[in-house]
Structures are given as structure tokens and as C-alpha cells.
Nanobody, 121 residues
Framework: QVQLVESGGGSVQAGGSLRLSCAASGYTYCMGWFRQAPGKEREGVAATAGDYIRSYADSVKGRFTISKDTAKNTLYLQMNSLKPEDTAMYYC??????????????????WGQGTQVTVSS
């Protein structure tokens, strides 16, 4: 398992942008971002598998972009046009393999500590 450390969360107004970063201690094939709001279940936001596969939750398509710098073992999540409903704790996750869809939390064995994103209206 890899160690994951997120950064980049914060508070913004609706319509604003944030970029989350996740530094990994090593390479892992599947990496993703999940979020959990108070009183809600954890949900997948975006994931990447290998060099080319990207997957997004319908709620963030067109607004969020996942990317990674393989040389730096760093995962990013660029979040634009943020909405109050995007408010949650965001977690970085890593896994050695992931099923089609790529947003199954049970496929990920490594998790970061989370970074809070708060969007005000």
C-alpha cells in the first residue's frame, strides 16, 4: 500500500475553483478522489487507471478534471464552477486494480486523511 497525503482544500464561494493535490509515496495503478459530506455516504468523484483512463461522477462531469504527474507520483483534482453541494471532505485513494467504472471505493486499499472543501452560496 502507498501513503497518500492530500492538500489544497479550503473555502470558496460558489462558482470558484480549487485544485486538490495528493502526494503518493509510490506508484499505484488506480488512483481516485472520493468525497463524503456530513450524514452522507462516501461517493466517488473521479478516478484514473493507468495513463489514459479517466472516470467521473455525473455530478462533476464538465467541471472537475483529474490528472496525475507520474514522475512525481502526484494526483490532482481541478475543481471549477464549484457548487455548495460540492462541500465535503475529499479523500485521495489508491489501488492496485479497479473495476470498470473505476469509482468503487472497495477497490481502493490506500486512503489519505482527507482535505475539507467548503463552498458557500
Amino acid at each position: 500500500q502507498v501513503q497518500l497525503v492530500e492538500s489544497g482544500g479550503g473555502s470558496v464561494q460558489a462558482g470558484g475553483s480549487l485544485r486538490l493535490s495528493c502526494a503518493a509515496s509510490g506508484y499505484t495503478y488506480c488512483m481516485g478522489w472520493f468525497r463524503q459530506a456530513p450524514g452522507k455516504e462516501r461517493e466517488g468523484v473521479a478516478a484514473t487507471a493507468g495513463d489514459y483512463i479517466r472516470s467521473y461522477a455525473d455530478s462533476v462531469k464538465g467541471r472537475f478534471t483529474i490528472s496525475k504527474d507520474t514522475a512525481k507520483n502526484t494526483l490532482y483534482l481541478q475543481m471549477n464552477s464549484l457548487k455548495p453541494e460540492d462541500t465535503a471532505m475529499y479523500y485521495c485513494a489508491g489501488g492496485v486494480s479497479c473495476r470498470i467504472g473505476y469509482l468503487h471505493s472497495t477497490d481502493f486499499g490506500s486512503w489519505g486523511q482527507g482535505t475539507q472543501v467548503t463552498v458557500s452560496s
